[in-house]
């Protein structure tokens, strides 16, 4: 850990589990800092109060400009988690997926539907032109967890999980050094994990299950963490209580006076609710209840025909134009970042 980082040591020395790991490595720009230094504040957290309460003015009828796609190099995996930094930096967490799981064809054995599969956990880097700076695998070959999904960074770490890639089953939420990659494994949980933020103001982490069906609620400060592989039991578990989209990726925003000073996080996905009709959204939600508190469809389509909450975005404030700005990551395997701003409307709204 470098000494330029904030004290998050008081969370390292109650978490048994964690030993910080090198990752495999592939470098395609090693002239590049991977990160730039200092490291970003984060996109959303920085102005939270300004997103949000742009976000609270967006509706149904809402006109989202297109402002720059950028195409990612490469075969970028499905994707499942991305922050930008600062539009320098675009990071992806993506599955790689060596052997695809098989349903056990209704029956549940073990507490589940499918066997495990086999696969890699990513974090990916690219520059703002979409060129790879670098390839991480985060996962041994053998890892029965190499499922990641939805990231958040906090201005210092990446926080991620990686999970067996089938519901009801174990995970690992890992801290990652964006400047390194080099990932720290912090709790060891008793069910599937796809998504999580930090709650930068109470060091808290909130993550969610198979398709977000409920949110754990962690205090860093004070984790019940227990010897691998045995697992930790969170401070709180919270049902989700909305069906209008499963949530992919979340990003934490801030305590909010638009909200009472509660914990606000934004979070994208998609529902399909019939043979093709798939809905697309993004939503505004109360960390700790998970209760949504906006939610407005976004029903754009990328190029290849993806409704682009189909996979990972981000979010942050443009203070040149006054606007937040969003990035989409629709597509799999090609991949092209999609940059919108809503364009603001006449007074009046439906
Ligand atoms: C479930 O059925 C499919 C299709 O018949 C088959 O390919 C698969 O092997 C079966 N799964 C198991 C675990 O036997
Ligand atoms: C179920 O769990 C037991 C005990 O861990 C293991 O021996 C067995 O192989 C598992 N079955 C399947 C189908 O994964
Ligand atoms: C996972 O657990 C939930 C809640 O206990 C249950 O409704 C669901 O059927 C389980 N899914 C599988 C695949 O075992
Ligand atoms: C390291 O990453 C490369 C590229 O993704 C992969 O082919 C290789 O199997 C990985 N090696 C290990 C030991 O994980
Ligand atoms: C959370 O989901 C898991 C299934 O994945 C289930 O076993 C558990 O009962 C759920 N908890 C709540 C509070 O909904
Ligand atoms: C779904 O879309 C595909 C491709 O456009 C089309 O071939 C298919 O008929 C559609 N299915 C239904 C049930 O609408
Ligand atoms: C980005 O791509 C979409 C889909 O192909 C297209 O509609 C849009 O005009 C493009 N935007 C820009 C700024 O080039
Ligand atoms: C990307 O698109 C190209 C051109 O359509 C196609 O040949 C290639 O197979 C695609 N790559 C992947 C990884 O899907």
Known sequence: MKASLPPLAATAACLLLATTQAANLTVFQPDVS?????LPPPGPAANFE???EQFTTLGRTTVWRSVKNITLAGDTGEPEGMVVLDEQRYITARGDWTAPTVSYN??????????????YAHLEIYDAQGRRVVDATLTEPNDIEYHIGGIDYDGHYIWATLAQYRPNTTATIVRVDPTTLESTPLIHYADHLGGIVHDIQRNRLATLNWGARNTSIWNLGAVNSAAYPAFSTPLAVVANPTFFIDYQDCKFLGHSKHYDYRAVMVCSGVATLAVNVTVGGLALVDVETMVPLYEVP???????????????FDIAWNSADETMRVYFLPDQHNSTVYIYEPVRESPYQY
């Open 34 to 38: 991977f990160v730039p230094t200092p």
């Open 50 to 52: 300004q997103i949000i």
């Open 106 to 119: 209704g029956s549940i054995i073990n507490g589940t539907d499918r066997t495990p599969g086999a696969g």
């Open 298 to 312: 976004v029903m754009m389509k990328s190029g290849l025909g993806a409704v682009m909450t189909q996979n990972p």
